[in-house]
């Protein structure tokens, strides 16, 4: 059971007034029981998406509200439920800020869902959500029945089990509790659908030894595809441990060459103090040379320095970056700041999406490369101050010595 505001009870209450009024007996499945299994969908999906209670509450008003819009027009409902809804949080003083959320939650489970924000997602997953129950079949029977009634559209099962297979192919949920716990059991469903599919194509068109053939060649080519697969995986793996490995070894050269420049100067900036200096008002004609050195040697030191030097982000995420896949929990710089559970939900999180995780890795690289791409630059302004620096600190020693010699 979902927990209830005041404000929750009230929209309840005014969507089962109109739902029960206008649509009980019209639709077969955009009905009354449709919108309660939404609410508790809802209610399930946003606590295991770890919505807090002022968002929990937001999403379950719009899954009251959502299929409202039947209530005047079936073309464009989710437009009609969206501004009963407005219309009813105004007059019950809502915020314009939860209003449109309220509104853009309802908006975006209009087909092909195409939801923007953890929300809209918890809400279109919802409204998607038997798909994957065992009650599947019987309410995609009340969906055909309802187009053949309502929508004057008449379909046969033969037709209706080919179109629910392509939907049921190019759905998927949005949530990570829905990729990682409700995609799998309506992929069960589509498999199902599939066997029945072909059962009945074979039953009337091959004959039993022949459908028999055609399943056994069916297995050995998804075997095949899977070991196909697997082979992918591993190059995909092979590559990226590849190009992290150049990319950290790449960094730990430029530590060392700037190590290299930073000791070898250090160590002529500490000769040019305790021994030349002392030595000025014997040799004054040096102290131009010197001086050229020494800032040559500070400058290399400098520039060294700054391509060692660590650059710290924030290191804070959000549920909602992990969610919108903004957060790269890979590079220590993203998370340095957060508490261990939090940072051991995002990790769980990442590691239940194949495609997260994959994306995290490429902007790990990426940035890695960011990084490494500075650090060079840097590096090669270090040196070519050195190079220009030593030689023409050497030549103006030579002028000193030639052309100002002193007696």
């Known amino acids: 059971m979902f927990f209830e505001t005041d404000l929750l009870r009230k929209t309840r209450e005014h969507a089962e007034s109109l739902l029960s009024e206008r649509t009980t007996g019209r639709f077969p499945y955009h009905n009354l029981d449709h919108t309660r299994e939404v609410v508790e969908a809802a209610n399930e999906i946003g606590k295991r998406s770890g919505l807090d209670k002022k968002d929990l509450e937001t999403v379950l008003i719009a899954a009251w509200m959502h299929d409202t819009g039947y209530c005047n ?25 939860r209003i449109e959320k309220v509104v853009h939650c309802i908006r975006a489970t209009k087909m092909p869902q195409q939801p923007e924000g953890l929300l809209a997602e918890v809400l279109c997953d919802a409204d998607l959500y038997h798909l994957a129950t065992a009650e599947y079949p019987r309410k995609t029977e009340m969906m055909r029945q309802e187009f ?26 949005f949530t990570a509790y829905g990729k990682t716990e409700l995609q799998p059991r309506q992929d069960k469903n589509l498999r199902k659908l599939e066997k029945k599919i072909r059962q009945r194509r074979a039953s009337t068109e091959l004959p039993s030894g022949a459908a028999e053939e055609l399943v056994k060649e069916n297995q050995k080519l998804k075997a095949k595809l899977e070991k196909e697969k697997n082979k992918l995986g591993r190059g995909v793996e092979t590559m990226f441990r590849t190009t992290s490995t150049n990319h950290y070894q790449l960094s730990d050269m430029a530590d060392n060459k700037a190590n290299i420049m930073i000791s070898i100067n250090a160590i002529m900036v500490s000769l040019i103090v305790s021994v030349m200096i002392r030595k000025f008002e014997e040799f004054p004609n040096l102290i131009l040379p010197t001086a050229i050195l020494t800032t040559v040697c500070l400058l290399t030191i400098v520039f060294a320095v700054l391509a060692t030097r660590p650059r710290f982000t924030s290191g804070v995420f959000t549920r909602e970056d992990i969610h919108n896949r903004k957060a790269n929990l890979l590079f220590f710089g993203n998370f340095h700041r957060m508490n261990l559970e939090d940072y051991e939900w995002g990790m769980l999180e990442i590691m239940k999406d194949s495609n997260l995780l994959y994306t995290s890795m490429i902007h790990d690289i990426y940035f890695l490369g960011k990084v490494l791409g500075r650090k060079y630059s840097l590096l090669r302004i270090s040196y070519t101050i050195f190079m220009y620096g030593f030689v023409f600190s050497v030549l103006c020693y030579a002028v000193a010595l030639t052309f100002f010699p002193v007696y």
């Open 73 to 97: 027009q079936v073309t464009e409902h989710e437009e009609a439920g969206a501004e009963l809804a407005r219309d009813f949080l105004q007059q019950n003083g809502s915020g314009p800020h």
């Open 148 to 173: 053949a009634t309502v929508k004057s559209q008449p379909i046969s099962e033969e037709e209706w089990e080919e179109i629910n297979v392509r939907f049921l192919r190019d759905h998927v949920y």
